[in-house]
């Protein structure tokens, strides 16, 4: 059938004018909103709409496009950006369809894409049993294709995106940046944190691999982006200083004595918080001396294969945690929080109770998030943009998503 897409904001690439190319080939109508210059740039010469009016005026001006040219479909990256909440709450009252993409549940060579909402606004069930009934009827999926994908060509498609983006206030001056940060603020912090990663990468391996070795019991706290959506809008804490006081105060009281905490910074972290100050702080307060370790970098992997467990607010790393069996413990509702896979008592008695997770609901869970929410591809290099564009096929023009089927 023969359905017309609108795409709004897409991710910092030309992801989103390569797919709207294939569903034209497909015999589709494609439409465009541009909010920015940087969205301008990657969409090139295709028919779009620029968007220049205040935030409080779109709903209005979607609502038009909507009814004159029939929209059935509309693709946007992140639900939670505030150009897309009015599309994803009118969208919804129409019927209209919304697809969200988002970076993968499952790394590296997965990308989201569910319909109306990801991470706390997916529709994937929270029954562990769906998952058991459902996953026993599907086939392994394994890691997926590899692509080679370098982190450099993220970082020039976001420079690129937001050096365009310096034309903003002229040509869309309301435009305001879902990022709480100015690019050009990230971008100095980049250079610092990153040049300092050359000296600590081989002391913080060094650390990894003597916890892994050790036999001295120790837990893994991953830190997030205090930027991410997953803390500003799916969570209770402000930002990972919040919970590095949360966790650190219940390691304190009800860790055993012998036990290690060991935080790690985020590989994408802009290094603008002194996270080792800052830790340093709240050890003297909690009077943890001597059983803090601090990592800026360094393979999680083996980490997590010896670790008691891992505490999380809702990070992706937890499922890395369940893949590798680790006992692990979440600070919110991430999609994987269920019986059988992690901690759900209260939280102060993770220390002391915590158990591994079913590897056979693991495994089912896994095989079910990869068929109805997650394709195989990437966002940044032409490989896997291919990949991508060829693989959510499935998702974006059958009548039911994946997920529907199997519900």
């Given amino acids: 059938m023969r359905r017309s897409f609108l795409f709004l904001q897409g991710v910092c690439s030309p992801f989103f004018a390569r797919l709207a190319d294939q569903l034209v080939a497909d015999g589709h109508r494609v439409f465009k909103v541009n909010f920015n210059v940087g969205d301008v740039a990657y969409w090139g010469f295709r028919r779009a709409w620029n968007y220049r009016g205040e935030l409080s005026g779109l ?25 897309h909440r009015p599309a994803v709450d009118h969208g919804s009252a129409l019927a209209i369809r919304t697809h969200v993409f988002e970076e993968g549940y499952l790394r590296p060579y997965w990308v989201t894409l569910e319909r109306e909402g990801v991470n706390g606004h997916s529709l994937l069930p929270r029954d562990p049993d769906w998952f058991r009934r459902v996953g026993a009827k599907l086939p392994d999926c394994g890691d997926g294709a590899p692509f080679h994908s370098p982190f ?12 365009a983006g310096s034309a903003n206030p002229i040509v869309f001056p309301r435009y305001r940046s879902h990022a709480p940060l100015n690019a050009a603020v990230e971008y100095a912090g980049y250079v610092g944190r990153f040049s300092m990663l050359h000296f600590r990468k081989p002391k913080d391996q060094a650390l990894i691999d003597r916890l892994a070795g050790s036999g001295v019991p120790y837990f893994v706290l991953p830190l997030q982006l205090n930027s991410d959506a997953q803390i500003r809008d799916h969570c209770r804490f402000n930002d990972m200083n919040e919970v590095m006081e949360f966790v650190m105060e219940s390691f304190a009281r009800y860790a055993g004595g012998d036990a290690r905490l060991v935080i790690k910074n985020h590989p994408l972290d802009a290094g603008l918080v002194n ?3 800052v830790i340093a702080g709240l050890v003297t307060r909690f009077g943890l001396a001597g059983r803090i370790d601090y990592l800026e970098s360094g393979d999680l992997g083996p980490l997590l294969q010896h670790a008691q467990g891992v505490v999380t ?61 997650q394709v195989n591809g990437g966002f940044y290099s032409a490989s896997a943009i291919r990949m991508a564009v060829d693989n959510c096929r499935r998702f974006l023009e059958p009548e039911r998503s994946p997920l529907d089927e199997l519900l």
Avoid: M
Avoid at 59 to 65: A, T
């Fill in 59 to 83: 709903r209005d001006f979607l609502d038009d496009k909507y009814r004159r040219f029939e929209i059935t479909d509309q693709i946007l990256f992140g639900d939670r950006r505030p150009v």
């Fill in 275 to 277: 996270y080792r100050r």
């Fill in 313 to 373: 607010v809702n990070s992706t790393v937890g499922l890395v945690a369940l893949g590798e069996g680790c006992p692990t413990v979440t600070l919110s509702d991430p999609i994987y929080n269920l019986p059988g896979l992690t901690f759900q008592g209260p939280f102060d008695d993770f220390w002391t109770y915590a158990f591994k997770p079913e590897r056979e609901l693991y495994r089912r869970f896994r095989n079910t998030l990869i068929y109805a929410a």
């Fill in 152 to 163: 450099r060509l993220r970082a020039a498609h976001d420079f690129a995106y937001h050096l």
